[in-house]
Each structure stands twice: as structure tokens, then as C-alpha cells.
């Protein structure tokens, strides 16, 4: 049974950093993206950053773009968010989510395998 647990989500002032975790298990995630979406309260989930997991590409938002890196650690099946420069609209539900690699990354719809969500909340 495959689980992605994050963690790391906090409360944190604006221009402050946090650091998200997400440790997959229950399989082997070589040919898989795995993606970081959040959800602030009465929107949309929305695609935050996504990496291949065997070959590390890359991908991020717009609005993050610069301020977050997203990274894994093979040795430890855990992919991470670096989150620096955080701004108030920043403030969300954090979820990773896992999925086969295709042509596309940044659909929600598309992830089948969820995290439980971490808090990020920024303070003004």
C-alpha cells in the first residue's frame, strides 16, 4: 500500500523559511513524479512544484519560482520543499501527491496517490 506522509508545516513570519518533507512508501517510485499542490481556504488545489524521481527534473509555478526547491533523497524515499522568502499568500494546506511520469505534471487530477496535507501558514 503506497503512503505519502508530509511534515515540516508551521506557522512562520513573512520572509521566513520552511522546509517540507514527504516520505513515500509502499513501492518503488523510479518512473514517478511526485508533486507538491496546496489549497488555501475556498480555493483551488494548486500545482506548487513536481521532480522526477529518477532523474530529478525539475518544475515549479510561477509563483514560487526562485523562492522553493524541491529535492529528493533516494536513500530515504523522501522528497523536499525548501520554501524560503515566504509571503503571506503563501499560506495553505501543503499535500504531496505521486504519480506515473507522463507528459504532463502539473494536474491534480492526474496525481492518484495523496498525502494527508501539512499546514504552512505565514504571518504579515
Known amino acids: 500500500q503506497v503512503q505519502l506522509v508530509e511534515s515540516g508545516g508551521g506557522l512562520v513570519q513573512a520572509g521566513g523559511s520552511l522546509r517540507l518533507s514527504c516520505v513515500a512508501s509502499?513501492?518503488?517510485?523510479?518512473?514517478?513524479?511526485i508533486g507538491w499542490f496546496r489549497q488555501a481556504p475556498g480555493k483551488e488545489r494548486e500545482f506548487v512544484a513536481a521532480?522526477?524521481?529518477?532523474?530529478?527534473?525539475?518544475h515549479y509555478a510561477d509563483s514560487v519560482k526562485g523562492r522553493f526547491t524541491i529535492s529528493t533523497d533516494n536513500a530515504k524515499n523522501t522528497v523536499y520543499l525548501q520554501m524560503n522568502s515566504l509571503k503571506p499568500e503563501d499560506t495553505a494546506v501543503y499535500y504531496c501527491?505521486?504519480?506515473?511520469?507522463?507528459?504532463?505534471?502539473?494536474?491534480?487530477?492526474?496525481?492518484?496517490?495523496w498525502g494527508q496535507g501539512t499546514q504552512v501558514t505565514v504571518s504579515s
Open positions: 501527491a505521486g504519480k506515473i511520469a507522463g507528459r504532463t505534471i502539473s494536474f491534480a487530477r492526474e496525481y492518484y496517490y
Open positions: 521532480i522526477s524521481w529518477s532523474g530529478g527534473s525539475t
Open positions: 509502499g513501492r518503488t517510485f523510479n518512473s514517478y513524479v
